[in-house]
């Protein structure tokens, strides 16, 4: 994996690339047998229109998984990079002296998540997939005084090793599925 950027007191916190090889791995395995499958069972839909569909999907997934965490003496900020529309996904920032404290949630999964709380009561969800989150836990603590021994990563990289694999076999499958697909049509 690779670290975290730093540059001048600011570093840059970056999804880590495990995950993202992972995710957008698994919605292509999901999604790349579609237009064979459909062209069996479905009325005709054009093979341009299946392309655009997933094209599109992917290129959201994958600015989704730009996401950066980017800390520096004035604050914490998350965004995105330029490239990235606003209109899909919006970032936030929040200087130092507004943290006022870091609440933990419990999320439907039965894990638990981190909102960085404002002195206006603002909750801003703390970014737990990135490369690095033990330092930017503690970059966060020395810069609020908030105690963050209790912080941990939401899924740890075994999980997702795990998708991975299953990911793999299921692109066999995949594999499988688009051969069967194309040999049984006349």
Partial sequence: MTAPIVQEKTTIFRISPLIRITLLSLYLTLT???PFLARLTAPYIPLWFWAM???LGWMA???????RVILNEQGIQVGYPI?????????WSLSWSEVQALKPRTTGQGGM??????????????PMRVVGFTHLVQ???????IDTRDVRPLAQPWMYLILLGLTLLLAWVDGWTI?????GIN
């Fill in 32 to 34: 790349l047998p579609l």
């Fill in 53 to 55: 569909g997933i094209g």
């Fill in 61 to 67: 997934l994958y600015a989704a998984l730009c996401e």
């Fill in 83 to 91: 490239w990235v529309p606003h209109v899909l996904r919006q970032g």
């Fill in 113 to 126: 998540v981190y909102y960085l709380v404002s002195q206006s009561g603002q909750a801003y969800l703390l």
């Fill in 139 to 145: 970059q966060v603590e020395a810069k609020t005084g």
């Fill in 179 to 183: 051969w069967t697909a194309l040999t």
